[in-house]
């Protein structure tokens, strides 16, 4: 039983929208690299008042186009929800998507990236300091790197493009979500691949859980009693993959 009220039903589809039980009035718009994340703090709350939508993770390819795209969603969420909130940091569009927020009147979570937010901004800098040569995966990452980043850089076919991408990382840093010993290994295998020194750094769901817990909780009279979810309690990933399949194609 959840400290709100009965375990969310979850669904999903392929094209990434998906769907808590209940008539929602909050929609949390993310990129599909954090859904996993954002449905666990859904869900381990009981928010069925929630609908998390998630843009394809491999518009990260493209930032300059996930602006635009976040805009539609507000757009089309303003005629079905009550609030909004948009889970995307800066994300590499040089304020773009800080300057639609504005525009739109919604508040930003902050953050340059993902990375930033899972592991905190103060921790972030810090690590940056002491390497600023450090490649970072979360989990979404650490299970998709040898797809998206390995052979996505045609590596595997031409491996002396490693020092091309990778020649000035010193380490790989594994910002960890879950105690997932099978992601672990992923994460170890993605920093072979690549020859960097490997780290592990457990975050949690960071300050995802955070924002989500503070903007888009139930309200009175439940919200003393919603908590942030921890991580390390479930070994296992958030959903599984027949639960939610993770829209970065």
Same mark, same amino acid.
Request: hydrophobic share 40%; aromatic share 8%.
């Given at each position: 039983?959840?400290?709100?009220?009965?375990? =969310?039903?979850?669904?999903?589809?392929?094209?990434?929208?998906? &769907?808590?039980?209940?008539?929602?009035?909050?929609?949390?718009?993310?990129?599909?690299?954090?859904? &996993?994340?954002?449905?666990?703090?859904?869900?381990?709350?009981?928010?069925?008042?929630?609908?998390?939508?998630?843009?394809?993770?491999?518009?990260? @390819?493209?930032?300059?186009?996930?602006?635009?795209?976040?805009?539609?969603?507000?757009?089309?969420?303003?005629?079905?929800?009550?609030?909004?909130? /948009?889970?995307?940091?800066?994300?590499?569009?040089?304020?773009?998507?800080?300057?639609?927020?504005?525009?739109?009147?919604?508040?930003?979570?902050?953050?340059?990236?993902?990375?930033?937010?899972?592991?905190?901004?103060?921790?972030?800098?810090?690590?940056?300091?002491?390497?600023?040569?450090?490649?970072?995966?979360?989990?979404?990452?650490?299970?998709?790197?040898?797809?998206?980043?390995?052979?996505?850089?045609?590596?595997?076919?031409?491996?002396?493009?490693?020092?091309?991408?990778?020649?000035?990382?010193?380490?790989?840093?594994?910002?960890?979500?879950?105690?997932?010993?099978?992601?672990?290994?992923?994460?170890?295998?993605?920093?072979?691949?690549?020859?960097?020194?490997?780290?592990?750094?457990?975050?949690?769901?960071?300050?995802? =859980?955070?924002?989500?817990?503070?903007?888009?909780?139930?309200?009175?009279?439940?919200?003393?009693?919603? /908590?942030?979810?921890?991580?390390?309690?479930?070994?296992?990933?958030?959903?599984?993959?027949?639960?939610?399949?993770?829209? @970065?194609?």
């Amino acid at each position: 039983m959840s400290p709100c009220s009965r375990p =969310a039903s979850i669904t999903a589809t392929i094209d990434g929208a998906v &769907r808590v039980g209940g008539e929602p009035s909050t929609l949390l718009i993310c990129c599909g690299a954090i859904a &996993r994340e954002v449905l666990a703090v859904v869900r381990d709350n009981g928010w069925e008042h929630i609908d998390v939508q998630c843009l394809p993770a491999k518009l990260h @390819n493209d930032p300059g186009r996930i602006p635009d795209a976040i805009r539609a969603k507000i757009t089309a969420g303003r005629t079905t929800h009550d609030k909004i909130l /948009v889970l995307y940091s800066d994300c590499g569009t040089g304020g773009e998507i800080d300057r639609v927020l504005e525009e739109e009147g919604i508040e930003s979570i902050g953050g340059s990236h993902c990375y930033e937010v899972f592991a905190g901004s103060e921790v972030f800098r810090q690590m940056m300091a002491d390497e600023p040569g450090t490649f970072f995966v979360t989990d979404f990452l650490a299970r998709s790197f040898e797809r998206l980043v390995f052979k996505g850089l045609g590596l595997d076919r031409f491996p002396k493009l490693r020092d091309t991408y990778f020649g000035k990382y010193k380490k790989l840093v594994y910002l960890a979500q879950t105690e997932n010993p099978k992601t672990r290994a992923q994460a170890e295998a993605a920093a072979e691949m690549i020859g960097l020194d490997f780290e592990m750094r457990f975050t949690g769901y960071g300050g995802f =859980a955070k924002f989500i817990t503070a903007e888009a909780g139930c309200g009175a009279p439940c919200a003393a009693t919603c /908590v942030v979810p921890s991580a390390a309690a479930r070994p296992q990933a958030p959903l599984s993959a027949p639960e939610i399949k993770e829209p @970065n194609e």
